[in-house]
T-cell receptor, first 111, second 115 residues
């Protein structure tokens, strides 16, 4: 499967701590995207990082991409209870192909 | 209202019945997608469309039919529902360009139960 794999599957932290989630994939990508899904809701786009980029920031979010290791990480700094959600990486492989989503990391932030 | 909407939000149907899930977007995005989300499988692509009258199969298309006569609508039909099609279905859209070049905007989902 070309699907990206998130690690860990579940993560529980205290409010104020940083949360790091990882995504690994198997073949060359065009870009990689991170999405958040709150319970019972649709997915919301967080960040898109292209294959020629190494790091992107958006507010408390920091995404890195290491194409040599075929991996990406999503760091949420100073987490809040409202960050409790599932986080998915989605990869676009070379060529005109659709996004392929991983199975997600469930993040619980305890107040 | 602007955005992407799905209807119905909840549906219970019986095995063998035909069911159509509706998806409507107001952005005039070229691309539209249908996913199903099941525990342990994440999101899996069923069908997608690059423009009106252009559709293509995704990872799990069997048992589903789509059409796209207008840019803003992308209905998904289960021709003869089976229990294995019990799932949460999400519609999404994105701007023009290559298929995965842009972020996708998701609808709120339809929870379908087949009894």
């Amino acid at each position: 499967s070309q699907q990206g794999e998130e690690d860990p599957q579940a993560l529980s932290i205290q409010e104020g701590e940083n949360a790091t989630m990882n995504c690994s994939y198997k073949t060359s990508i065009n870009n990689l995207q991170w999405y958040r899904q709150n319970s019972g809701r649709g997915l919301v786009h967080l960040i898109l990082i292209r294959s020629n980029e190494r790091e992107k920031h958006s507010g408390r979010l920091r995404v890195t991409l290491d194409t040599s290791k075929k991996s990406s990480s999503l760091l949420i700094t100073a987490s809040r209870a409202a960050d409790t959600a599932s986080y998915f990486c989605a990869t676009v492989f070379s060529g005109n192909t659709p996004l392929v989503f991983g199975k997600g990391t469930r993040l619980s932030v305890i107040a | 209202d602007a955005g992407i909407t799905q209807s119905p939000r909840y549906k219970i149907t019986e095995t063998g019945r035909q069911v159509t899930l509706m998806c409507h977007q107001t952005w005039s995005h070229s691309y539209m997608f249908w996913y199903r989300q099941d525990l342990g499988h994440g999101l899996r692509l069923i069908y997608y469309s690059a423009a009106a009258d252009i559709t293509d199969k995704g990872e799990v298309p069997d048992g589903y039919v789509v059409s796209r006569s207008k840019t803003e609508n992308f209905p998904l039909t289960l021709e003869s529902a089976t229990r294995s099609q019990t799932s949460v279905y999400f519609c999404a859209s994105s701007e023009s360009g290559t298929t995965g070049a842009y972020e996708q905007y998701f609808g709120p989902g339809t929870r379908l139960t087949v009894t």
